[in-house]
């Protein structure tokens, strides 16, 4: 016999520990890195917005990257539906990095604080970007 209840405070409690250091280091201000959002692609946006809510794209944006890739190379889904039910191509390079053109001065600045050195560019192409 299974309690549900009790199965799902127990996975929430698990969830509310195991995402307590990311939480615990929200707002110190003076120790994480300031990614930059000042690029063309996003001077011209009307709403500054990401495509999902920030908090999400700020701790969850590697599980939708997985996800994107899931989709486009297995389903061969190539338009991704966002929450707010705007429509956006599943590209990594040509998404993403649109916006996020200066990958130094945004992705990296955080993938070097937090000593993480995604592998994808290995294949996919990183922005050019002025030196
Ligand atoms: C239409 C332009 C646009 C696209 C496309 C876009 N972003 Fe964003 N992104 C933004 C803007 C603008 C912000 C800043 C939002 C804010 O300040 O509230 C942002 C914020 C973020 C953040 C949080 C940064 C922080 O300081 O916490 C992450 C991480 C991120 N984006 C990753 C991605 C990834 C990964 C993709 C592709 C799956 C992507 N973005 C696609 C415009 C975009
Ligand atoms: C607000 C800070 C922040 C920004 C901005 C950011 N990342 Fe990240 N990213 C992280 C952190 C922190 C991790 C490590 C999370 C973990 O290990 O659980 C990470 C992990 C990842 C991973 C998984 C890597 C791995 O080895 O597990 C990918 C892929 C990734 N980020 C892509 C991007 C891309 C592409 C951009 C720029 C468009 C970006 N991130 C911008 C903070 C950020
Ligand atoms: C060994 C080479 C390789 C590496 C490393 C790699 N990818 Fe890919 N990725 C591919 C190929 C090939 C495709 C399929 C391209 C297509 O069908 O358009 C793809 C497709 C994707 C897509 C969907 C389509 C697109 O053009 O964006 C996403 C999103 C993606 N990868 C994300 C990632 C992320 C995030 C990482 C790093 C954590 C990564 N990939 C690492 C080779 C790679």
Redesign the pocket.
Known sequence: MYNGGKILLGILIFLALATFPFYNNIGKADVEPKPSIDTPAIQKLSEKKCIEPTAFMKAEH?VL??E??D???RDNN?VYVAGDGKKYT??????CMKCHSNKKEFCDKCHNYAGVS???W???LAPKEGK
Not at 90 to 95: A, D, F, M, P, V
């Open positions: 590697m990257l997985n994107w890739r989709l486009a190379v190539r599943i590209s990594l390079q040509n998404t995604p592998y994808c290995d294949c996919h």
